[in-house]
Nanobody, 122 residues
């Protein structure tokens, strides 16, 4: 059974940083891209960042470019999201996901985590 487990969320002040982690298990994830999405209350889920299996291609939403960094450790089947200079508008539930094929900046993804709450106070 495939599981994606996020961790690292929390309550911080504007300008602070957080590092999210997502550990995948239950199958081999060779050649799977890994991504992060977020959903704020009353809004649709939106793309945040994605990284291909090799790490050779990385994508970011314009709203997080220059502040967030995605990385992965394939030996651990883990993807990370370093979030710096956090803003109140970054407040959302953050989800990690993996997919084998298709455009990595868009859904659908094959498997999803349960999400971790990030709250940024002003």
């Amino acid at each position: 059974q495939v599981q994606l487990v996020e961790s690292g969320g929390g309550l911080v002040q504007a300008g602070d940083f957080l590092r999210l982690s997502c550990a995948a298990s239950g199958r081999t994830f060779s050649n799977y891209a890994m991504g992060w999405f977020r959903q704020a209350p009353g809004k649709e889920r939106e793309f945040v960042a994605a990284i291909t299996w090799s790490g050779g291609s990385i994508y970011y939403a314009d709203s997080v470019k220059g502040r967030f960094t995605i990385s992965r450790d394939n030996a651990k089947n883990t993807v990370y999201l370093q979030m710096n200079s956090l803003k109140p508008e970054d407040t959302a539930v953050y989800y990690c996901a993996v997919k084998k094929k298709g455009i990595v900046t868009m859904v659908p993804y094959d498997y999803w985590g349960q999400g971790t709450q990030v709250t940024v106070s002003s």
